[in-house]
């Protein structure tokens, strides 16, 4: 074989070592290394995740929206003494003492308009009596913070008179009062009214008459025979 047909074919053979070799280095270079395929799953589990928490997130905020307020119920009041049509009135959750007097056409000439608290707030089924005024005393009687209500135990009910231990209200707060003036409530002595105040501390405020039917020494004969003088607030 002459010598140029050796270096010919040595040069075919290095030509052909040299693109097998970069074949194969370019087929590694587009091919993910073992790490690269982990980084991949990591990336895409981690999105998944991500998406779950979206939706997850969406839900939360979908159970959180709040239902739309429902309306007040009517209250029924008791309105007597020096206005001019005393009388029963419905009359809405949100009223005042003002309100009411406006229901049953405002003061007679003899009211002594610092009887009431005319800013004060209602409750249903009260009564608000409007004195006149008392001609004996020199000086007029300052305003009172405290309206003079008297809770009836059903709307067709007249107003319950109380007796002469109450304090100037005529009620006693059940919330508020302390053992020696819950003795004011009829059937109510120093155990059953520091019993009362222990409750009260441990379990909170009464919201209703019936409560205290849960004090030990109350039952429902003793209830009732404490029911006019019960103030709740």
């Given amino acids: ?45 981690k999105k998944s995740r991500s998406d779950e928490k979206i939706f997850s997130s969406d839900n939360a905020l979908a ?3 709040p239902e739309p307020e429902k309306p007040k119920p009517d ?8 206005v001019k049509k005393p009388g029963y009135y419905k009359i809405s959750a949100d009223a005042r003492v003002f309100h009411a007097i406006e229901k049953a056409g405002g003061f007679t000439k003899k ?4 009887s009431v608290n005319m800013a004060e707030f209602l409750a249903d089924g009260i009564s ?12 007029k009687a300052p305003q009172r913070h405290v309206t003079n209500f008297a809770r009836l135990p059903r709307p067709q009910t007249a107003p319950v008179q109380l ?12 919330n508020t009062a302390t053992a020696k003036e819950l003795e004011q409530l009829n059937g109510v002595g120093p ?3 520091k019993r009362i105040v222990e409750y009260r501390n441990t379990h909170g405020k009464f919201s209703s008459p019936e409560d205290l039917i849960k004090v030990k020494g109350i039952g429902s004969a003793k209830l009732e025979r404490m029911r006019p003088q019960i103030l709740i607030r």
Avoid: C, H
């Fill in 63 to 65: 159970v959180k929206i």
């Fill in 75 to 82: 209250w029924y009041i008791y309105v007597t003494g020096e």
């Fill in 128 to 139: 608000i009596n409007v004195k006149a005024i008392n001609k004996n005393k020199k000086e």
């Fill in 191 to 193: 155990a059953i009214a």
């Fill in 1 to 45: 074989m002459r010598r140029s047909d050796r270096y010919k074919n040595l040069l075919i053979t290095i030509l052909g070592v040299i693109i097998f070799l970069s074949a194969g280095i370019f087929a590694m270079l587009l091919s993910p290394s073992q790490e690269n395929r982990a980084n991949i799953v990591e990336v895409s589990e």
């Fill in 111 to 114: 009211a002594d308009q610092t």
């Fill in 163 to 174: 007796n002469e231990t109450n304090n100037s209200s005529g009620l006693v707060d059940v």
